[in-house]
């Protein structure tokens, strides 16, 4: 679990094109930004409805240093200064080994492939350096970028639910996808091939801080 005495050493991860590390309360102004787009935040949970005060209790909930069970890691291009977009590990269950895995992005960094990267080195990660067994993720099924970026990082779709926000609102179909430890060392030993080469993204590398 990540608390301050059974933890692994936070990472820092790195990839072509990005590098992510742990957020921290200096983020919190870009990360408001971020989460201010209503483009944004309906997709980030399962609801679809934009306050700001939803906004604020999100970022809070995503700079919080007391959860012993979620690991929230910022997303910076290289050689870039501004916060793109967080990825997140959360539920994390020591005993079952498993997890769930959510991202978002700024608006301006859509539609380049920087969620596929950064989703990948937390997946390369949590399976080879923390061990998990299952990790899944879920996304609106009308987010079909949003479902992309776990394809193309091997994510299977697993199942679909309705999820019904609030009781005078229709419910949300939405999708779930996941990898197992076994699936996922399947999908590494397929990027050697060339086939697969020019869709799969890039794993640099992480490192220990």
Not at 101 to 124: H, K, P, S
Not at 141 to 161: D, E, I, P
Request: proline fraction near 4%; glycine fraction near 6%.
């Amino acid at each position: 679990m990540l608390n301050e005495d059974t933890r692994t050493p936070m990472p820092l991860l790195t990839g072509s094109r990005l590098m992510m590390k742990p957020i921290e309360p200096q983020d919190a102004p870009r990360l408001l930004d971020i989460l201010a787009d209503p483009q944004v935040i309906k997709y980030v949970t399962q609801s679809s409805f934009f306050s700001f005060a939803r906004s604020r209790r999100i970022a809070s909930e995503l700079l919080s240093t007391g959860r012993r069970d979620s690991l929230h890691m910022g997303i910076w291009l290289h050689g870039e200064r501004e916060l793109a977009g967080v990825v997140s590990m959360q539920h994390w269950r020591e005993e079952k080994r498993d997890a769930m895995i959510g991202y978002m992005l700024a608006q301006a960094y859509w539609g380049r492939g920087i969620a596929t990267e950064a989703l990948g080195l937390m997946l390369n990660y949590a399976f080879t350096e923390l061990k998990l067994l299952h990790i899944e993720g879920r996304c609106h099924a009308v987010n079909t970028a949003s479902a992309r970026v776990m394809q193309k990082n091997g994510m299977q779709l697993s199942r679909t639910f309705q999820h019904r926000r609030m009781f005078f609102a229709a419910p949300v179909e939405m999708m779930v996808y996941a990898h197992t430890d076994r699936t996922y060392d399947e999908y590494r030993k397929g990027l050697q091939l060339p086939a697969n080469q020019e869709n799969a993204p890039n794993l640099q590398s992480y490192e220990i801080r």
